[in-house]
């Protein structure tokens, strides 16, 4: 039996636009949303790019590539590890315990930013990688940047970036009031911001660790 080709879905138009590497959270974002508007890739690349353009003319590109090529077979190998984007990570000693959240920058290797080194942030891994998504969004908010993509290996933290807000159940106490508040500003910045960028899943099993992993596994 041949081995399930894996797919990205691009959606333009849904309760949550970028790209998804499940049909079920494809799904997730656009059944029962007006006028949805949405399309399976074979590569990151592709959908990336189809990502940041119009969602019209890709999928008319898609439909006379079909009809020209139809029995033309997609590539279906690995993705090679990607050479640019920003990838954020987090850290936790302990659940909940002392944590931080850092941003890289894939091409350079450089260290972008790092939240909680102080020690002073308790709260858990989840927390620190949706942080974490929510601060490059919004550097890259500030700087006009709508087309660097934002990698993750964290599926949860993704999940919470696309519903708007943070789902912990972080208690309050004065030990994690700082976390806190941080999760609050978060939470605000989402409701009243979009984020245009792509956020990906990092693919650890084909690259590696993500870069701006701790190393503390």
């Known amino acids: 039996m041949s081995k399930a080709r894996r797919k990205f879905y691009v959606v333009w138009q849904g309760y949550s636009p970028g790209i998804y590497d499940s049909w079920t959270e494809c799904q997730q974002q656009t059944v029962n949303y007006p006028g949805a508007k949405f399309k399976s890739f074979d590569s990151l690349e592709e959908a990336t790019a189809a990502y940041r353009g119009n969602p019209e003319g890709q999928l008319d590109l898609v439909r006379a590539i079909a009809s020209a090529l139809p029995g033309m077979e997609a590539f279906t190998g690995r993705l090679s590890r990607p050479k640019s984007g920003i990838a954020v990570d987090g850290a936790c000693a302990g659940n909940p315990g002392v944590m931080e959240y850092r941003g890289v920058d894939i091409a350079s290797g450089r260290e972008l930013f790092r939240i909680g080194s102080a020690g002073n942030l308790i709260g858990t891994n989840n927390i620190a990688e949706y942080l974490a998504i929510v601060h490059v969004a919004a550097l890259l908010k500030k700087a006009g940047d709508t087309t660097t993509t934002i990698y993750s290996d964290s599926r ?19 030990a994690t009031a700082a976390t806190k508040a941080l999760i609050d500003r978060a939470d605000l910045w989402l409701h009243n911001n979009r984020i245009m960028n792509p956020i990906v899943k990092w693919d650890t099993e084909a690259w590696g660790e993500i870069p701006a992993d701790f190393g503390r596994k």
């Not at 807000?165 to 972080?170: C, E, I, P, Q, V």
């Open 156 to 174: 949860t933290a993704q999940s919470w970036v696309r519903k708007g807000a943070a789902r912990s159940t972080l208690e309050y106490a004065p």
